[in-house]
Nanobody, 122 residues
Framework: QVQLVESGGGLVQAGGSLRLSCAAS????????MGWYRQAPGKQRELVAH???????NYADSLKGRFTISRDNAKNTVYLQMNSLKPEDTAVYYC????????????????WGKGTLVTVSD
């Protein structure tokens, strides 16, 4: 079994910063890409940022320059540093990871965390 557990969400004033963490645990052979998504009330889930196992990153265009994704492969953890937060960043932030759980598994499975709520007040 594989689990992804997010942490670091909370209430912050506009202009503030938060750092989200997501740790993967369980039966893990290797983790390919990891990413952060978010879902605001009444809206579809959208990609925030994505990072490959070698550190190549990709961001939603609207978030470039304010958010930074990183990962610690030794800790099976992905981070999201969020700066200059705006009320429109309010959402539940979900972690996603492409994980192989057994040596014989050719393709990974995408796992999701349960999400962490970020609320930005104006």
């Amino acid at each position: 079994q594989v689990q992804l557990v997010e942490s670091g969400g909370g209430l912050v004033q506009a202009g503030g910063s938060l750092r989200l963490s997501c740790a993967a645990s369980g039966s893990i052979v290797n983790i390919n890409a990891m990413g952060w998504y978010r879902q605001a009330p009444g809206k579809q889930r959208e990609l925030v940022a994505h990072i490959t196992s070698t550190g190549i990153t990709n961001y939603a265009d609207s978030l470039k320059g304010r958010f930074t994704i990183s990962r610690d492969n030794a800790k099976n953890t992905v981070y999201l540093q969020m700066n200059s937060l705006k009320p429109e960043d309010t959402a539940v932030y979900y972690c996603n990871a492409d994980i192989r759980s057994t040596v014989g598994q050719i393709f990974g499975i995408h796992y999701w965390g349960k999400g962490t709520l970020v609320t930005v007040s104006d």
